[in-house]
């Protein structure tokens, strides 16, 4: 595949357009699929070793990053997360193109964030064809446990995504969203700053 026709793909994804297995095959070597296996494999008490591996593995990552293993990701480097990040087990980033985290974001067990999607009609699926858009989680966002996160999607600041959620529009900032597909149920409120305290 010639340079220009890498470009020409590359424009495509960037596009939110369909394009192939075959035709995004140039970009294999950027997946970081040892250095995932060594996180996954790295002992609890090798803080260091862990913190070395994840700068390597991802786009950006933040201080005071918890990333519990296992964790898994397409690639890898287009995963950029910000400050006092807290991913539990088994978060799954499908990451063709960019995952942005903000500050203080909270994911639970098992939640997927995948950025791309595959047509309906299944001609258009010939060579694994797929689309990819970015997502973009802002700061405080708490992500509860089985959420899936679809191509596309922004989470405002502050939400909150009820579990087994599938999110596939962006939520406002400071709502509680809930279901499939997730929806706003609620705004968050100072109200809820009593809440779990007794002072309510």
Excluded at 23 to 45: D, K, M, S, V, W
Excluded at 108 to 134: K, N, Q
Excluded at 184 to 189: D, E, F, K, P, Y
């Amino acid at each position: 595949m010639t340079r220009s026709h890498e470009e020409e793909v590359l424009a495509r994804i960037a596009k939110g357009l369909v394009y192939t297995e075959s035709e995004a095959a140039f970009q294999a070597p950027l997946r970081r699929t040892e250095e995932i296996f060594a996180y996954n494999h790295t002992p609890p008490g090798q803080e260091e070793r862990r913190r070395s591996l994840l700068t390597a593995i991802l786009g950006s990552v933040g201080e005071r990053t918890v990333l519990l293993p296992p964790f898994h990701a397409g690639f890898g480097g287009n995963v950029h997360i910000g400050d006092d990040f807290f991913g539990n087990v088994n978060l799954t980033f499908v990451d063709d193109v960019d995952i942005r985290i903000g500050d203080g974001v909270m994911i639970a067990p098992s939640v997927t964030l995948t950025t791309t999607g595959h047509p309906v009609h299944p001609s258009r699926r010939t060579d694994f064809g797929r689309f990819s858009e970015p997502i973009v989680i802002e700061d405080k966002v708490w992500i509860g446990s089985n959420a899936v996160v679809l191509p596309g999607v922004r989470i405002g600041y502050g939400s909150v995504i009820g579990a087994g959620s599938v999110v596939s529009r962006d939520i406002p900032p400071m709502t509680v969203a809930v279901g499939t597909p997730c929806r706003v149920v609620r705004a968050i409120t100072d109200k809820d700053l009593l809440a779990r305290t007794g002072g309510d």
